[in-house]
């Protein structure tokens, strides 16, 4: 992970070379909540350049949970992922979603 902004400004770190909005402390943040609690799977609302995304979807694969990630529009850097990661495009206020 790296710190740099974007021509933007928008984008403060990148992860895997994936701008991403989240910062280092978020994903400690995470790191603990992984740790300490009895969690079975993940959502993501909102992939966004799917950068945040791919680091969740690695702690779930590791810890054999499920992950999933909605948006209104499909990530293309999802689908260099080492290992698949379900991504549901579409209009999550409308969305008919099942376990």
Do not use: K
């Amino acid at each position: 992970m790296t710190q740099q902004r974007s021509p933007d400004g928008l984008f403060a770190n990148t992860l895997l070379g994936i701008p991403m909005l989240q910062l280092w402390a978020d994903l400690r943040l995470w790191e603990w909540v992984l740790n300490n609690f009895a969690v079975r799977a993940v959502v993501e609302l909102g992939t966004g350049n799917g950068a945040f995304s791919s680091y969740l979807a690695l702690q779930c694969y590791f810890r054999d949970l499920r992950f999933v990630t909605f948006d209104q529009h499909a990530c293309v850097h999802l689908a260099r992922a080492p290992m698949p990661i379900q991504q549901i495009v579409g209009d999550m206020w409308t969305a008919d979603i099942q376990a």
